[in-house]
């Protein structure tokens, strides 16, 4: 095999301003702030790596990422990237709190170690599907404004809309009834981003219910760490719930599992880095627990990696990797085909199979 040593490191931040902020229950973002890492080998071929912070999920942003992998430059120099997850192990022992940092050397590592194999990235990790179907995030906006957008999106072909709410229910139950309106064939999935009390939120079904409304799913409806008060969402509806910020480690995912208070869990590569990605996964199969995989704010870099994990590994019920970023601002092309709602992966592309413009 070609050296896949690394011979160089570039690390510099990717700023691209939002069209219009994007607004969760837990706030609002006006810009993406990441980072790009890239790791050259001796064979010539480049591997990129992006860092997505985000402050109120994982605690990190973009100075503090800047910090860490500049830290981490002299250390991957002369390391060899077949063995991304020794460096990986390491980085992770030092830097434990900063994810998406590790992440992003993750991604570098795993980009230009395939390249070097000239096999796709989800390939590498099964090839089980070379199709995805992803769903479409509406955050909080007036219903007016959701109404319209479900309406587009539902032209478009999107068959499931994803909702943020746990803001203001009331506010939360018009919004979701305009969309219904605009889109009345798609079916529809809740975010709550941690928003409600257990009491709350199970109110908040009810009040969905005498609208007839009902979703496929209820993502994160309380705090992170309140594992019996999602339990007891859990086990007072029908209604699928998924664990998202509650879960980060494989640690967290065995948690889950034995507390009984999810039967999702939403895998993030910003949350876990892709080898924990890899390690939850296999853990809520085991335990015969739902798979969802969703994204932060991300160019389409590291939002094709996501896709390759979603396709190579298989059996995810639930994708939420809808393109909120704008191909005119981002730094990368390439990447799976889109047409809306699905993505494609060829094996005409080695790794992730993105390119700097």
């Known amino acids: 095999m070609e050296s896949t040593k690394i011979k160089d490191v570039s690390i510099e931040p990717l700023n691209i301003e939002l069209e219009e902020p994007f607004t969760i229950a837990i706030g609002t973002k006006y810009t993406i702030e990441n980072v790009i890492l890239t790791i050259i080998l001796e064979n010539g071929i480049e591997g990129y790596g992006e860092a997505a912070p985000l402050e109120p999920i994982n605690g990190e942003n973009q100075a503090t990422v800047l910090a860490v992998l500049n830290s981490c430059k002299d250390f991957l120099i002369g390391k060899n990237a077949s063995n991304y997850r020794s460096i990986s192990k390491q980085v992770k022992n030092i830097f434990w ?84 309106d605009g889109a009345p064939d798609c079916q529809i999935t809740l975010d709550a981003n941690q928003g409600f009390a257990p009491y709350e939120a199970l109110r908040f079904l009810e009040n969905l219910a005498e609208n007839n409304i009902r979703p496929i799913l209820f993502e994160q409806p309380v705090v992170k760490h309140d594992l019996p008060g999602m339990k007891f969402v859990k086990d007072n509806t029908s209604i699928p719930v998924a664990a998202d910020e509650t879960v980060f480690t494989s640690a967290d995912a065995i948690n889950v599992i034995r507390s009984g208070c999810a039967d999702v869990i939403n895998i993030k590569t910003m949350k876990s880095g892709i080898i924990g990605a890899l390690d939850i996964a296999a853990i809520a199969r085991s335990a015969n627990i739902g798979l969802m995989i969703g994204c932060m704010l991300e160019s389409v870099l590291s939002k094709s990696a996501s896709v390759h994990i979603a396709a190579g590994l298989g059996g995810f019920s639930f994708i939420d990797l809808d393109p909120h970023s704008y191909p005119e601002k981002d730094p990368f092309t390439g990447g799976p085909q889109f047409n809306d709602p699905i993505y494609t992966l060829s094996d005409d592309n080695s790794g992730i199979g993105v390119f700097k413009k």
């Open 97 to 180: 709190p900063q994810i998406t940092a590790l992440c992003a050397i993750e991604m570098a590592l795993l980009d230009a170690f395939t390249k070097t194999l000239k096999i796709p990235l989800y390939q590498f990790f099964g090839g089980m599907e070379n199709e995805i179907e992803t769903d479409y995030t509406i955050d909080i906006v007036s219903s007016d404004e959701a109404k319209q957008n479900a309406t587009i999106l539902a032209k478009k072909g999107y068959r499931i809309l994803k909702i943020k709410v746990g803001k203001n229910p009331k506010e939360d139950i018009d919004r979701i009834l305009a969309i219904k």
